[in-house]
């Protein structure tokens, strides 16, 4: 988990970061940010991978620290990149992957407000980051097969 320090000055380097797109009972799994980046905006679960750890670890384990899921990796379902500018301080590459839900129940956090079990075409209904529906529909189509 990411320190509240480390969010005060934002990164002089690119960092990697890993997100979640978890499907339960074909319900796509989106949570709300209660702080910066993204605050009040609805993404995926996940966060950055820390020095020496595989990706899989780094999702697996920001998945469990952010909501208490386990989860089973199915593919990676492609990534986004966020350029600092006026609404981003920071430079992040997301690699986003397809997730299948094993079991627990979503919990909330210091990192999240919300959370939703939601149609996957069902984001445009609600404020969320940039790309998320373009990864939403291809970690849907992964899962379905």
Do not use: C
């Given at each position: 988990?990411?320190?509240?320090?480390?969010?005060?000055?934002?990164?002089?380097?690119?960092?990697?970061?890993?997100?979640?797109?978890?499907?339960?009972?074909?319900?796509?799994?989106?949570?709300?940010?209660?702080?910066?980046?993204?605050?009040?905006?609805?993404?995926?679960?996940?966060?950055?991978?820390?020095?020496?750890?595989?990706?899989?670890?780094?999702?697996?384990?920001?998945?469990?620290?952010?909501?208490?899921?386990?989860?089973?990796?199915?593919?990676?379902?492609?990534?986004?990149?966020?350029?600092?500018?006026?609404?981003?301080?920071?430079?992040?590459?997301?690699?986003?992957?397809?997730?299948?839900?094993?079991?627990?129940?979503?919990?909330?956090?210091?990192?999240?407000?919300?959370?939703?079990?939601?149609?996957?075409?069902?984001?445009?209904?609600?404020?969320?980051?940039?790309?998320?529906?373009?990864?939403?529909?291809?970690?849907?189509?992964?899962?379905?097969g």
């Amino acid at each position: 988990m990411t320190a509240p320090s480390d969010l005060d000055t934002p990164p002089l380097r690119p960092q990697l970061a890993v997100s979640a797109a978890i499907f339960r009972d074909g319900r796509l799994l989106v949570v709300r940010r209660a702080r910066s980046p993204a605050k009040g905006f609805y993404s995926l679960p996940g966060g950055r991978v820390e020095y020496g750890e595989s990706l899989s670890a780094a999702l697996t384990r920001e998945v469990a620290e952010e909501t208490a899921l386990s989860i089973e990796i199915a593919s990676l379902a492609g990534w986004h990149e966020v350029l600092p500018g006026p609404q981003h301080a920071g430079h992040y590459l997301i690699m986003s992957f397809a997730a299948r839900w094993i079991g627990g129940e979503p919990k909330l956090n210091e990192e999240l407000d919300d959370f939703r079990w939601i149609a996957p075409d069902a984001i445009a209904e609600l404020r969320h980051t940039e790309g998320l529906p373009a990864i939403a529909a291809l970690a849907s189509a992964l899962i379905r097969g």
